[in-house]
């Protein structure tokens, strides 16, 4: 119900932009956003967005990564410059609801490595 697209190989410093877009089964979304997950690691924030366009970034991306969202389309994007070998990692998708249940993509892929 959440598709994900966008991720890829590249080099350090480089850029790389995710998109995901959430089914028509899924409404009133209240927030989407992304989380990533690195091997061995628990799932983390990366940054979300509200319907009213409140944006929360981690510390760890705060001025390389971008956030953006169309609540008509119900898609959220993440812009990602400046990429480091740390940032590499599973991201995943995430809408929450007005009924607060939470969706998931599948997870794509991120691997930032010279």
């Known amino acids: 119900q959440l598709e994900e697209s966008g991720g890829g190989l590249v080099q350090p410093g480089e850029s790389l932009r995710l998109s995901c877009a959430a089914s028509?089964?899924?409404?009133?979304?209240?927030?989407m956003g992304w989380y990533r997950q690195a091997p061995g690691e628990l799932r983390v924030l990366v940054a979300t967005?509200?319907?009213?366009?409140?944006?929360n970034y981690a510390d760890s991306v705060k001025g390389r990564f971008t956030i953006s969202g169309d609540n008509a389309k119900k898609t959220v994007d993440l812009q990602m410059n400046s990429l480091k070998p740390e940032d590499t990692a599973v991201y995943y998708c995430?809408?929450?609801?007005?009924?607060?249940?939470?969706?998931w993509g599948k997870g794509t892929l991120v691997t930032v490595s010279s």
């Open positions: 995430n809408a929450k609801t007005t009924a607060r249940k939470d969706y």
């Open positions: 967005i509200t319907s009213g366009g409140y944006t």
């Open positions: 028509g089964s899924i409404f009133k979304i209240n927030s």
